[in-house]
């Protein structure tokens, strides 16, 4: 699972990596600082993992993890090779999804690229570079198809149709993933591999005066001063709800400092400020959703464990996450839920089994976030 930072130069990339990784990116003032795309693993946060490793004394907790580039800033013209723009894209063109970070604070000593400060401005240039870069590899798909149609395979035209249907949609400046599809032409448009197409999280960058607001939703809402990060904010949810995307506020280079602070600093930290929850903690769990994701469970005096599967996943194929032996020789999994085994079980697999909660699912099952499961395979 690996996505993409992405934006104007000078908007917080660099300095929200260096929080989300701890990797110590280089960030500075000023556009291209970054060249090649910096890449972290991030562990995506998950209190059930700590509860089963303290109820069954685990020796290892292992959580499951995302990776992160720090691609460097695009600019307007990326697609036609401005500022280094076609290697930048090629780098885009790599992640499963895009976390597009977007400017919503002012500040002199911070250059603006094009010295303003503009959130959906800052957005339309980055969608049209990847519009522009999808359309050109749409026309040369079109003329080769189009010649295909024409020696008489008709196993094209569907593939043809949709690519024009997308053709005509980035030509009046929209990206892919806004297109209304069904599930056949949504395959198809998968296979193209389009830029526009990737699924988004707009991270709105705000000012440390702004940042506790910001991770407590104050700052959302139709009422906001003119030029205010509130009114930037709410300009970059209105944005994001034409293409269905999620909008994340938080100030990175707050962030970065609290990412830096040990767990119960950290904890305490937040505490003092009023905020729940970190907004990377948000970004992390809000990636994981974007790309329809969700984790089972293992555990034991070894270890307590997450693993990644997509939604709808079978108990074969997760079984085969841990081992393909398991998912070859499956024969059924000991099935219970995290929430059922400590709410109603109090942690206990034997009170489980003894109040018949404790279920043996076959291989049609499909797994559920946060069910804990124990194979029974042949060799």
Known sequence: ????????????????????????????????????????????????????????????????????????????????????????????????????????????????????????????????????????????????????????DKTLKKEYDVMEKLRAHLADGKSARSLEL?????????????????????????SDDDAADAANGVLDGSAAAPGSAAEMIQQVREFAATEDSEVIALCAQLEEEISELEDDEREEFLHDLGIEESGLDKLVKASYHLLNLISFLTTGPDESRAWTIKVGTKAPQAAGKIHTDFEKGFIRAETINYDTLVNECGGSLTTAKEKGLLRSEGKEYVVKDGDILNILFNV
């Open 1 to 152: 699972m690996k996505l993409g930072i992405v934006g104007l130069p000078n908007v917080g990339k660099s300095t929200l990596f260096n929080a989300i990784t701890k990797a110590g990116a280089e960030a500075a003032n000023y556009p291209f600082c970054t060249i090649e795309p910096n890449v972290g693993m991030v562990a995506v946060p998950d209190k059930r993992l700590e509860k089963l490793a303290e109820i069954y004394k685990s020796k290892k907790t292992i959580y499951t993890t995302i990776e992160f580039c720090d691609i460097a800033g695009l600019v307007k013209g990326a697609s036609q090779g401005e500022g280094l723009g076609n290697q930048f894209l090629g780098h885009i063109r790599n992640v499963d999804a895009i976390v597009h970070v977007v400017r919503c604070f002012k500040d002199e000593n911070v250059v603006h690229v094009d010295g303003r400060i503009d959130p959906l401005e800052d957005i339309e240039i980055i969608n049209m570079e990847l519009i522009l870069s999808d359309m050109e590899v749409l026309d040369k798909r079109l003329a080769k198809a189009k010649k295909g149609l024409r020696n008489g």
């Open 182 to 206: 069904d599930d056949e032409q949504a395959a198809i448009t998968a296979s193209f591999d389009l830029l526009s197409y990737k699924p988004v999280i707009y991270v709105a960058n705000v």
